[in-house]
């Protein structure tokens, strides 16, 4: 674990028990041990009909762990609760989760039920999005907030006016300016009376990636010139009592909580000026923005890490709006956060396997032995191979790689030339592979294939450069021997991983072969902290759909768990009709020519299948093939 830094951005949730599996406290607590859910177990139940129970499933995998979602929710709610304890605040926290950072409809279900005795509501950013959050919200707290943000067309506002009419705790953020008049019109149309929000274009800059869209610059809000604008129109219009919710966002990974405490404070100074000039005010809704520390070094020096824990966020936002507030005899909002990253990053671990690796194992390379190659070389090849030897015996490194390095020019070129065969070079080969295994195993860096699409499953790490931890979840009782880098199945150049969290170009990896620990030589990496964005992001990149997913909840008795929910990934239909194919049609297409090209083997057998070579498939068995592959998953 310590190799992997899994303390630092794991905790409370993710640890090693000792047969060297990571294990998951799903309530987050280090004292009930009993409760640790063994990730293996959870991967085999799951993926290996073998084992008892087994669901088949194909790989990747989701696994998503709902009573994670339920812990995160609510320590987020107790730290702002003892924050507003511990300052005298005389108002409370209720939160709203933004659904784009996970649009799973049992992720957004489980944050209104789980959130629900906090008022706990959701924040939209678009009309699906607002659908989706109108629906979930009939059965959460009535006094939930369903905050909508984003750029708003008449439709869009209509329909978030409608929310309001159904008695959802419903504010319409102004994004620009103009959304205001579509907002008056469409109010008096369908006569509701809105609340609405302000969303504020701050001064205060977020220097990291995620700040890109913060500052006067910004590319979202209202300035200081048109926020008054929309004040002295809805003055006009005996509307200002409408006006109730200042909301702002700084970026999200909001890296230190100096930076926080800078933003909240110029919010809270627009918020006071609305108030004195008449609005009703009664909500400061500080945007997302809590952070994850993805490499657990708490620097907030990078986008992967922050300098801050839950405690301290909630502390430093209660703390500067009560400052200002106070000193303008302001009453305390009711404070809101629209924390996404820091809500869903942990409940949900993608599983994949390492499915080969580019170098394979010393002493496993080739079936042609040592004597081939002594037999076959030329006297400069010899005289190489002697070096070699001795230098190995001398204990002299570096020159072993060197004469090594010689010996395989010298046979390419032979090889070329055309007077050695495959046999002696697969022999130079397996010596160079074997010297440098047997030498410079450090500092060899394999490629891992594993199986899935980079560009669809960490969409970040491709677009942005996100680092996330990525761990084997089994093995950890044993020193891994090598390192690697991961490769995807996509025929894509950019699909692999080739950065990890603490600076690191490889991470420390197992052999594959041979050694899967009683798993059959199955090797399984966990990325873990992806729960925000990367499912919302991912598309079906070279048409390799997305994971399978189960959610898996901890049941009564020792370290049992149940999957109380399990969807296959996407068929190859699915993803082809993604892209306007028709595989029912492309079947037929196939079928066809199946029996065009073998008519006389319309009967066909399995004797077909096993004669190799011979006859050759019959076109049954050819189109039920075929229909198989419609059915399986891309990979
Ligand atoms: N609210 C708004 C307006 C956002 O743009 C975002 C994301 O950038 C969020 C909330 C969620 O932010 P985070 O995931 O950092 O909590």
Not at 101 to 112: A, K, T
Not at 118 to 147: N, Q, T
Not at 404 to 415: H, I, N
Request: negative net charge; aromatic residues 8%; hydrophobic residues 40%.
């Amino acid at each position: 674990a310590a190799l992997y830094k899994m303390d630092g951005w794991g905790a409370p949730y993710f640890s090693v028990n000792c047969s060297g599996n990571v294990t998951v406290r799903p309530h987050g607590s280090h004292t009930l041990v009993h409760q640790e859910i063994d990730l293996l177990k959870v991967v085999k139940k799951a993926s290996d009909p073998k084992f008892s129970g087994g669901l088949g499933l194909q790989l990747p995998l989701i696994v998503r762990f709902p009573d994670v979602l339920k812990n995160r929710l609510e320590c987020l709610q107790t730290a702002f609760d003892f924050a507003v304890q511990s300052q005298g605040y005389e108002t409370h926290y209720q939160g709203v989760y933004p659904v784009k950072c996970n649009q799973d409809r049992y992720v957004v279900e489980d944050i209104v039920k789980f959130g629900s005795p906090f008022r706990f509501g959701l924040e939209a950013g678009s009309k699906p999005e607002l659908l989706l959050a109108m629906s979930c919200l009939c059965k959460g707290s009535p006094e939930a907030l369903l905050v909508c943000n984003g750029f708003k067309d008449s439709e869009y506002i209509s329909l978030a006016l409608l929310a309001r009419k159904l008695a959802l705790n419903t504010v319409i953020v102004l994004e620009q300016e103009e959304e205001l008049d579509l907002v008056l019109g469409l109010a008096n149309k369908m006569s509701v009376r809105p609340v609405i929000g302000v969303r504020a274009k701050l001064r205060t800059k977020h220097a990291g990636h995620f700040g890109s869209t913060s500052g006067e610059k910004g590319k979202f809000g209202l300035t200081t010139t048109q926020i008054l604008r929309v004040v002295k129109k809805l003055e006009q219009s005996s509307m200002l009592d409408c006006l109730q919710l200042l909301h702002f966002h700084i970026g999200s990974q909001i890296p230190t909580t100096a930076l926080l405490a800078d933003g909240v404070g110029e919010a809270a100074q627009i918020y006071c000026e609305l108030v004195r000039l008449g609005a009703n005010m009664q909500v400061f809704d500080v945007g997302g923005g809590l952070g994850i520390d993805y490499d657990g070094s708490r620097s907030g020096d990078s986008d992967l890490s922050v300098a801050y824990g839950l405690e301290e966020y909630a502390l430093a936002v209660v703390q500067a709006v009560k400052f200002v507030c106070d000193r303008k005899n302001v009453k305390h909002p009711v404070l809101c956060s629209e924390s996404g990253r820091a809500v869903v990053s942990h409940h949900s671990i993608l599983i994949f396997e390492a499915v080969s690796a580019s170098l394979s194992s010393a002493g496993a390379v080739t079936p042609f032995g040592l004597q081939y190659l002594v037999d076959g070389l030329s006297e400069d090849a010899h005289s190489d191979y002697r070096n070699l030897t001795s230098a190995a015996i001398r204990g002299e490194y570096d020159t072993c790689f060197l004469y090594a390095d010689q010996l395989k020019q010298r046979c390419v070129e032979k090889f070329k030339e055309g007077s050695i065969g495959m046999e002696q070079l697969a022999a130079v080969d397996a010596l160079c592979e074997f010297v440098s295994n047997a030498i410079g195993a450090a500092e060899s860096v394999r490629t891992y294939h594993v199986n899935l699409s980079v560009f669809t499953s960490i969409p970040d790490f491709w677009g942005i450069g996100q680092l996330f931890p990525i761990v084997p979840i089994h093995r950890l009782d044993q020193r891994p021997g090598v390192r690697g880098i991961l490769s995807d199945l996509t025929c894509d150049s950019d699909g692999k991983i080739d950065k990890f969290i603490g600076g690191e170009s490889s991470l420390p990896l197992h052999e594959i072969e041979g050694g899967g620990g009683g798993n059959g030589g199955r090797y399984y990496l966990g990325m873990f902290l992806g729960g925000a964005y990367e499912e919302a992001l991912g598309g079906v990149h070279n048409l390799f759909g997305g994971p399978s997913v189960v959610r898996v909840s901890q049941c009564d008795g020792p370290h049992s768990f149940a999957v109380t929910s399990a969807v296959p990934g996407p068929s190859c239909s699915d993803v082809l009709r993604v892209m306007q194919h028709e595989p029912e049609l492309m079947f037929e297409t196939l079928k066809h020519r199946a029996e065009e090209i073998c008519p006389q083997e319309v009967e066909s057998d399995d004797d077909n299948i096993s004669s190799g070579g011979g006859r050759g498939l019959g076109n049954a068995a050819l189109a039920s093939s075929l229909a198989q592959s419609f059915h399986n998953m891309p990979y």
